[in-house]
């Protein structure tokens, strides 16, 4: 069970930051995929696909299993859930606040 | 209106990749707040509290009105919005997927 603090945020939202990560989660959320399945589309090096996967498992949003010499890498929502979460939370203020603005001016229409 | 390419999806992950640039947005949630009110609570210079309103409103998650010597900050929803799309499309992508999984388990046990 991950605490989704601050430096958890921040550690996910910076995860999500750049395109090529965004593009891995978006393939693990349809299959678990090994690092070199992950790294077949891209042009990059191995290394830099590990990279970004390592980012990824930091900020809680991939796990990885070790099947040999094989890793097999999985998508964990839990972060992004989190991160959904946070987002809601404030939707929700404003959107509230939003009503009150619209109830305010039909008052003041009456 | 605001295309939300890869691009400006980068730009606001990184800019919620920052606690107090997060507070600053929950505060804005309550209250459109002036540059000087967003910097009372923060033991921080004004420039270094008018950074991170620059950094998002780059992220076109905060827009600024001029009032004479006054800006006046608003949070702005679409870009948040934006966030939230991006995680919902992954989740029931991935929720489809754990469903698909459980009834071909429930399938195994009959």
């Known amino acids: 069970m991950v605490e989704y ?3 958890a945020l921040d550690a996910t939202f910076s995860a999500l930051s750049d395109p090529t990560r965004r593009a891995i ?3 693990l959320a349809l299959n678990d995929l090994t690092v070199s ?3 077949e589309p891209y042009e990059m090096s191995l290394a830099a696909v590990s990279k970004h996967i390592s980012v990824l498992a930091k900020a809680h949003l ?3 299993q070790k099947e040999g010499r094989i890793r097999r890498c999985r998508l964990e ?3 992004l859930n989190a991160v959904s979460n ?5 939707q929700r203020f404003w959107q ?3 009503q009150s603005l619209e109830n305010f001016m039909e008052k003041l229409k009456d």
Do not use: F
């Open 5 to 7: 603090n601050d430096k």
């Open 25 to 27: 989660l978006s393939r």
């Open 37 to 39: 399945e992950i790294a």
């Open 62 to 64: 991939v796990s990885q």
């Open 77 to 79: 929502p839990e972060a």
């Open 86 to 90: 946070w987002i809601e939370h404030y």
């Open 96 to 98: 509230g606040n939003l």
